[in-house]
Nanobody
Framework: QVQLVESGGGLVQAGGSLRLSCAAS????????MGWFRQAPGKEREFVSAITWSGGRTYYADSVKGRFTISRDVKNTVYLQMNSLKLEDTAVYYC?????????????????WGQGTQVTVSS
């Protein structure tokens, strides 16, 4: 059974940092890529970042480039290091997994999703 377990959300002041983690289990040899999306109240879910599993190629939304860094380790965990956080980064962050090739900025590419973790940036 495929599972994605997220951790690391919380409350932080603007300009601060947080690191999100997402541990993948179940058929992990099939992973093509993993990504992070976020959804703020009243807004649609949006792409944040993604990483391909074998090549480690990374992708970022323009709004987080230079501030967020995605990485993975050999234990099938993906991380999102978030620095210089802004008020507009406040959202529920979702980890996602794709076992098939597809456009990584699109949510439809991902078959599996985590439960979400709240990130709140305060002034």
């Amino acid at each position: 059974q495929v599972q994605l377990v997220e951790s690391g959300g919380g409350l932080v002041q603007a300009g601060g940092s947080l690191r999100l983690s997402c541990a993948a289990s179940g058929r992990t040899l099939s992973i093509y890529a993993m990504g992070w999306f976020r959804q703020a109240p009243g807004k649609e879910r949006e792409f944040v970042s993604a990483i391909t599993w074998s090549g480690g190629r990374t992708y970022y939304a323009d709004s987080v480039k230079g501030r967020f860094t995605i990485s993975r380790d050999v234990k099938n965990t993906v991380y999102l290091q978030m620095n210089s956080l802004k008020l507009e980064d406040t959202a529920v962050y979702y980890c996602s997994r794709s076992d098939d090739v597809g456009p990584l900025v699109g949510s439809r590419t991902y078959e599996y999703w985590g439960q979400g973790t709240q990130v709140t940036v305060s002034s």
